[in-house]
């Protein structure tokens, strides 16, 4: 079977629900058409670059998006990040001659669908699909998908935290030993949210996937200041561990940005 035929069919299953919706769920019981002002849509993107210039070339680029929809109990939810970076040096020959090598560094790109239905105020049955691509990992591609329990632990006027918890599935291809590897993992999610002044906000997301072959675990923390209600600057860092990786390579990458980020709503 195509490594891709599990997540596309995943991904139709995880989307259903919002086709399956009553169209007349939004309507209020009078019979007045709910407000053509709100939105069911949420979301925004982020941008970052860098580039240096002088006896070594180095560019680099990164960039996210994400997109929430909200019908009813059912909350879907999208996230796509990509990261590209690219160097070029000179390098003297044996004759003592110059010449220009260019490299790509980072090579990464993930995709992450969530859908979620609520059990009540601070309740949620939930599914998760997770697929990456990353040129230079041990893992070169990893997918995932799974099911579980959520709930909001705190729900304050400044601090959220939300936990998810619950089993799945993986696939991920090793590349020292050219196989894939296939089990049952658990997977556990913890987001906090913290409002650090009227337009600072700290966010960190911590992602665990363990299994038999290999514990993947992922942190993202960002610290953003609103310069409107629309745009604000994002510091981030990410950090990310593979518990089972090739002798000569590191178990932990980190990454640091600094972006700009668009939001609407």
Known sequence: MPHYALPTLLLLTSLAPAAWANP?????????????E????????????????GNS??????????????QGDWIHSMD??????????????????VTRRAETTANRY?????????LGEHRQFTTALRLEQDDF??????????????TRMMDGERTKLDVQIGPGFRRAHNTQDNQTESGLIGRGFVGLKFDLTENTELEN???????????????????????????ALKAGLQA??????????????TLTTMNVVYRFK
């Open 24 to 36: 007349d769920a939004d309507c209020k019981c009078d019979g007045k058409e709910e407000s053509a």
């Open 38 to 53: 709100v939105s069911h849509w949420t979301g925004g993107g982020e941008l970052g670059f860098a580039s240096a210039r």
């Open 57 to 70: 070339i180095n560019e680099s680029l990164n960039g996210r998006f994400n997109l929430q929809y909200t």
């Open 80 to 97: 796509l990040f990509g990261l590209r970076a690219r160097a070029e040096y000179r390098v003297e020959d044996e004759n003592g001659g």
């Open 110 to 118: 993930t995709f992450g669908t969530n859908s979620a239905l609520k």
């Open 137 to 150: 990992a041990t893992y070169d591609w990893q997918q995932s998908a799974s099911v579980g329990y959520g």
């Open 205 to 231: 997301k911590l992602l665990v996937e363990s299994g038999k072959y290999n514990t993947y675990t992922q942190n993202d923390l960002g610290v953003s200041v609103a310069m409107n209600s629309h745009l």
């Open 240 to 253: 990310r561990r593979n518990s089972e990786v090739e002798a000569d390579r590191k178990k932990t990458d």
